[in-house]
């Protein structure tokens, strides 16, 4: 069982972002004095004025050399809109940086104001989605590539940094829909879930990703990443108080761009966490991982600990008493 931090690379405005990143930088060492294994990183664009995100590339960097060698993947990166050409430059120097370590995750999107934003109709990210990954499968395999799509076109081009392993390094893709699901298992290494799916969701998913692998003739050793919120209080009283505030906020946002949310009141917090978070003391979160690793054969975790407006004494803390559960289980 291997633990992963979710590093939370979005803050409010009214909060000092170079303090911001002097947090991620303690909690990502934290993670790793408590025996986390490896990393997670967002992406998003265009989220002023009320919030602020670092880009994703620059701070796996940064952390890369913090990190002493813990596996670095990204959750995700929203292909559709990105130079393909330069995400596979980025990903093979980081896979380098991490010593052969990096995941690259990949979504499609959905927020109309990215797609606007940098410049792509919506309404092509399924095929840009296929067309990107097979271009950077074949720039990450080979050395002279030649490849004709829609949206990319290759002439004998070979990247200038290739991944540490001959044969690439893996992609896995998230998706929330039975389509998506497929096209995972389709085109992609493993799947990535979203952190509010329910068991039931779950066990859906994986076995929708795992039977379309099977009738494609596709490899079924893939890792089961499980993705949650997660915060370990020193009571479950004091989790849940000190966390369904910071949480809340987060799916107000989301219902903002369509997804389902819930306002900051306890009642409503407990009836939304309950099979979604795991939000609680150390028997409740060890009796949870317990489950997800019974029920869903999960092989990995990757967590979500900290939301702007925790304070950072109760992330690191936190941090460390879910790395002592899980080196127990």
Not at 38 to 64: E, N
Not at 72 to 100: C, Q, R, S, W, Y
Not at 206 to 229: I, M, N
Request: hydrophobic fraction near 40%; charge should be neutral; charged fraction near 25%.
């Amino acid at each position: 069982m291997q633990a992963g931090l979710f590093v939370t690379l979005e803050t409010e405005s009214r909060f000092d972002v170079t303090a911001h990143l002097a947090d991620l930088t303690a909690q990502v060492r934290t993670a790793k004095d408590a025996g986390f294994e490896s990393l997670w990183f967002p992406q998003h664009f265009v989220t002023g004025p009320s919030m602020r995100q670092f880009a994703a590339s620059p701070i796996m960097g940064y952390l890369a050399n913090l990190s002493g060698g813990m596996r670095m993947g990204t959750a995700v990166l929203l292909l559709p809109m990105l130079n393909p050409v330069l995400l596979a430059e980025e990903a093979a120097t980081l896979d380098h940086l991490t010593d052969g370590k990096f995941v690259l995750g990949v979504g499609l999107g959905y927020r109309d104001g990215e797609f606007a934003a940098m410049g792509i109709e919506r309404k092509s990210r399924v095929p840009r989605f296929r067309e990107y990954v097979q271009a950077m499968r074949l720039l990450f395999n080979g050395e002279h590539v030649t490849f004709h799509g829609k949206y990319i076109k290759l002439d004998d081009v070979s990247l200038s940094m290739r991944p540490r392993n001959p044969a690439g390094l893996p992609i896995w893709i998230g998706g929330t829909v039975p389509d998506a699901v497929k096209r995972a298992a389709e085109l992609g290494d493993s799947w990535q879930g979203a952190g509010a799916m329910t068991m039931a969701e779950m066990k859906r998913w994986w076995t929708l990703f795992h039977e379309t692998r099977v009738e494609l003739g596709k490899a079924t050793d893939y890792p089961r990443q499980v993705s949650r919120e997660c915060f370990c209080g020193p009571s479950m009283n004091a989790a849940i108080e000190l966390a369904k505030g910071p949480i809340s906020a987060k799916y107000t946002r989301y219902a903002s761009h369509g997804f389902g949310g819930f306002d900051g009141g306890d009642a409503a917090f407990r009836q939304f966490a309950h099979d979604r978070f795991v939000v609680g003391d150390e028997a409740h979160v060890r009796d949870e991982l317990q489950r997800y690793r019974d029920e869903l054969g999960a092989t990995e975790f990757r967590f979500r600990m900290g939301w702007p407006g925790l304070p950072q004494q109760e992330i690191l803390a936190s941090i460390r008493r879910v790395g002592k559960i899980v080196a127990a289980l």
